[in-house]
């Protein structure tokens, strides 16, 4: 096929950049393609809006737009004042997934954001449309390409990355191996990463295992929600090449209990000390407006990282760059574009 990465984008970069030579590394924003270089301080995982009634009820009818913008713009601006220049918001399509919201957050804030395409398996499917399990794999990943190919539903805003999620059981069901192998797909013809919420070590290892049967490396691979996973799975992931993403810090949690700030503090130590904090990626899973509640109910803000766990890293020795490792250049390289088979 025509490779459309390489034909529509690195152009454009060539000429952002002024320079005609090998292309740098580039993020797909939903303002389009950004040199990987200005992304800056980057949480890589949170929710500006979500939707739980389901696949077979969701849509942009559910809310407005303009209040839902409203809403989240101070929150953002929180995040600016401790130098966040990029936000990877991670709500997949059927769950409340809105790009022209994302878009006005960007234009109104000056922030980076991107946004995906993928299928949300999770909870027994009920965030996937019914049509889903007729289709083959190549045909779901043709739906995922068209939207990198030319935006997401008629917005011409296009996706950065590939978001899936599969049940957190031993085994991978049909339905899920099918959407790891429609996200297999999708990575060989655009480049994306693939981030997969996923949890615990087993589901991990299967999806790696599947991504390796389409020889695609596993630095293609995002484990998101990591912190379900032992610390031995984490440093196995790791040495693979694999992202390793410490979801969900919440400064609701009281200290002392489980999956605390200290926790979080720890488990980025051991990586660490096993050589792998170049692998770790970091987020609070926080947000979001809710549809079903009156102006959107309760707001977890992006902030707790900047607040508590980096103090918390700090006394745990980490250096300046080692944090810059952390909210920095990990994101950078985790989510720029791969180069594509025949670009
Ligand atoms: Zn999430």
Redesign the pocket.
Known sequence: MINRLHTLIYPAIALLIGCSQEPEKIIMTVSGPVPASELGTTLI?E?VLVDFIGADSTGYHRWDKEEVVKKVVPFLAEIQEFQVSTLVE?TPAYLGRDPWILKALSEQTGMHLVTNTGYYGAHNNRFIPAQFHQMSAETVSQLWVEEFENGIDGSGIRPGFIKIAVDNSDTLSAAHRKIITAAALTQQKTGMVIAS?TGPDAPAFEQISVLQSHNIDPSCFIWVHAQLGTLEGNIKAARLGSWVSL?NVNMKREPGSAYDVEWYAERIAALKEAGFLHRVLISH?AGWYKPEEELGGDFRGFTGIFTALIPALKSLEFSKEELDQLLVKNPREAFSLRKTAGS
């Open positions: 995982h929710h991670c919420h979801d899973d």
